[in-house]
């Protein structure tokens, strides 16, 4: 079946301009999170969804950064007011219900660049 | 949260086990451990996780030491295919808790042909 999908893949984009960034999870699945992946590093968790509850924001770095999942399934991260400290590759991934020790299956992210 | 040290990277030759380690010195009784993979430029996938015993499954084989501060993933036979960075991370299972994965930096694997 379809994985999880993230658009665009990337985005090139003028300081101060706001981004959207979209995840498209695995149907069925509940769980979503949002990671921030800087060159050479692992990813950093942003947030987390369970079901259309963020039930967990405390990764995000500033009130610059939100994000939704209004029906439970696909999730927009936005960005306002971008800075070049904000270029970065984020990705989403999405966990099937079951036990707390769900896998998370990632996407293939969207590479920001801020200019 | 309980934290993760692994090496910045290791090479082995292709077609031979790999043994990649993991200490996990403060690791509580609820932390499971799991192990991911990050091919060069794709996104992280599941390798294996395990809380006591050890684990086997297609792609590798997970070994937890009995005090459970350290672990080994095991590569039975590395294939060029398996060159990636992997993570090891710990993750609670206490329900309703923070579900964030702390991710360290991994550690590079370099498969030699």
């Known amino acids: 079946g379809a994985g999880v999908s993230q658009s665009p893949r990337y985005k090139v984009t003028k300081r101060g301009q706001d981004v959207a960034l979209r995840c498209d999870p695995i149907?069925?699945?509940?769980?979503l999170y949002w990671y921030r992946q800087a060159l050479g590093q692992g990813p950093e968790f942003l947030t987390y969804?369970?079901?259309?509850?963020?039930?967990?924001k405390s990764g995000l770095p500033n009130d610059r950064f939100s994000a939704e999942r209004p029906e439970g399934s696909i999730s927009t991260l936005t960005i306002q007011r971008t800075e070049q400290r904000d270029s970065a590759m984020y990705r989403c991934?999405?966990?099937?219900?079951?036990?707390?020790?769900?896998?998370?299956?990632f996407g293939p992210g969207t590479r920001l660049l801020v200019l | 949260d309980a934290k993760t040290t692994q090496p910045n990277s290791m090479e082995s030759n292709e077609e031979e086990p790999v043994h990649l380690p993991c200490n996990h010195s403060?690791?509580?009784?609820?932390?499971?451990i799991h192990w991911y993979r990050q091919l060069p430029s794709q996104g992280p996938e599941y390798v294996i996780h395990?809380?006591?015993?050890?684990v086997n499954n297609r792609m590798a084989s997970l070994a937890i030491a009995e005090d459970r501060k350290s672990s080994t993933l095991i590569l039975h036979r590395a294939t060029l295919r398996d060159a990636a960075v992997y993570y090891c991370?710990?993750?609670?299972?206490?329900?309703?808790?923070?579900?964030?994965?702390?991710w360290g930096a991994g550690t590079k694997l370099i498969i030699k042909p």
């Open positions: 991934a999405s966990s099937p219900p079951g036990t707390i020790q769900e896998t998370q299956y």
């Open positions: 149907s069925g699945h509940v769980s």
């Open positions: 969804f369970n079901y259309e509850a963020q039930q967990d």
């Open positions: 403060t690791i509580s009784g609820t932390d499971y």
């Open positions: 395990g809380l006591t015993s050890n």
């Open positions: 991370i710990l993750k609670t299972t206490v329900m309703d808790s923070n579900y964030q994965l702390i």
